[in-house]
DNA sequence: CCTCCCCTTCTACATCTGTAGAAGACTCTA
DNA sequence: TAGAGTCTTCTACAGATGTAGAAGGGGAGG
């Protein structure tokens, strides 16, 4: 499918590039399809965007592994292989940020669920759900910001690794503690 | 001074169209300068990027409330702030991302600092300082992150608020238990 | 008063970008 | 095999953008 080809490489420009290297002719020459390519299937900008940013979502659905014999082991390798799919969450944050001027790509938002947290904290007992499953939102969102782009990005262990995953785990496990 | 007027109007329009909207041009028109004024201070686009980053920086040096009767009140408050202060965390979120792919723009990631976490991990008696630092760092992030663009900013308490600066609280309060 | 220097404004121009439509190639069905 | 409809490629063009240099103005020091 061209299409794909053409929101894959535009998700990897992104990454690389920022939402400025975001350009039609850009996305035709880095999928190495002939100048134009982009541009028939995606007319506007805005179409190409809101391109982009449905691929993503498709791409992250179901992507949350919640093994309940092991809570914390799961949700670390989640965010692991988010870290590893560099580009991708890379691509996804520009997106977010994105969203903030533009309230139609909010669809993207639909991962890290927070009902989900929410029902999470319910069932581990905690004496505010809501709020806790916010907050344990936040947490995992933070922990893989700052382990992407902040200041983890530079000293963390690289992912992929048992490190990576060690550390992580420990992080959640807090997090999950009542 | 003409060159802070130049950058503030810089961060407020990456604050609100994104790093695509930083234009030479745009910021005249933004800082209500005739038009070349920007080109002049900052002849090259990396110029005008570096400029604005840097007033970044130069801004939130010392914002950090570390109030040692009232820690988690003193992070809570200093979190806020930077939720009230929505344009120039947006900047920073837009310039971090850039960083990725322009190590030169780093200077702006010497806010949240990891040693000073660390340090108060030390204080508070965690197993393991180091990694309590790193973590506690991602959540404030993460906590800020959520509540600025992430899922919080839609449903979160306003913030400002008594309400904010409570929920803010309760999430510190936790994060700094050993 | 003149002169020099810096700050500011204006103008120019090559290049890039968004967007549209025409032309051509391919595919499937009848 | 012919035709219709779609997919793909090419070309055009107006407007925006990055960048450079020329022109203008005002103040400080002599």
Known sequence: M???????????????QGMRGLTHRAVDRRAGLPEGSTSAYFRTRKALVEGFVARLAEQEQREIVLDPA??????????????????????????????????????IMVHSPREQATALAEALGHADPERAGAHFTAFIEGLLFYRLV????????TPGTEESLADLRAAVEKALRP
């Not at 061209?2 to 690389?16: G, N, P, S, Y």
């Not at 390798?77 to 001027?101: C, F, P, S």
């Not at 902040?150 to 262990?157: E, H, R, V, W």
Request: charged letters at 30%; zero cysteines.
């Open 2 to 16: 061209r299409k794909d080809l053409i929101t894959d490489a535009a998700i990897d420009l992104v990454a690389e």
């Open 70 to 107: 092991d809570l914390a082991g799961g949700i670390a390798k989640t965010i692991d292989g988010w870290l590893v799919e560099r580009n991708r969450t890379l691509a996804r944050y520009a997106a977010m940020l994105e969203a903030t001027h533009h309230p139609e790509l909010r669809t």
């Open 150 to 157: 902040g200041g983890g990005s530079t000293k963390g262990p």
